[in-house]
């Protein structure tokens, strides 16, 4: 079945940086777009960042932009989002995901706290 498994868990100050990956089985990787999500606590999942199957097409929400950049391995089925300049407004869990056949898939979601 569909698995997504996000890592990079971390506490890190204003303007530092993380990168998180996440590893996906269970469907052709290299087939799919695929999504970085967040979630802040009291607030509702927000799209981050999308990539498509061949990394062509790389597209940011505006409060990301210029500041994260996504990135994939087709050879090892691995996603990534490399977090520079990050702000406490970035606080939040962090979601990858995949829309397989207009069905959503979903990490268990990452961590991750920018405070100091």
């Known amino acids: 079945q569909v698995q997504l498994v996000e890592s990079g868990v971390g506490l890190v100050q204003p303007g530092g940086s993380l990168r998180l990956s996440c590893a996906a089985s269970?469907?052709?990787?290299?087939?799919?777009?695929m999504r970085w999500y967040r979630q802040a606590p009291g607030k509702e999942r927000e799209w981050v960042a999308v990539i498509t199957s061949t990394s062509n097409i790389k597209k940011y929400a505006d409060s990301v932009k210029g500041r994260f950049t996504i990135s994939r391995d087709n050879a090892e089925n691995a996603l990534y989002l490399q977090m520079n300049s990050l702000k406490p407004e970035d606080t939040a869990v962090y979601y990858c995901n995949v829309d397989i056949f207009r069905r959503d898939y979903w990490g268990q979601g990452t961590q991750v706290t920018v405070s100091s």
């Open positions: 269970g469907f052709t990787f290299s087939n799919y777009g």
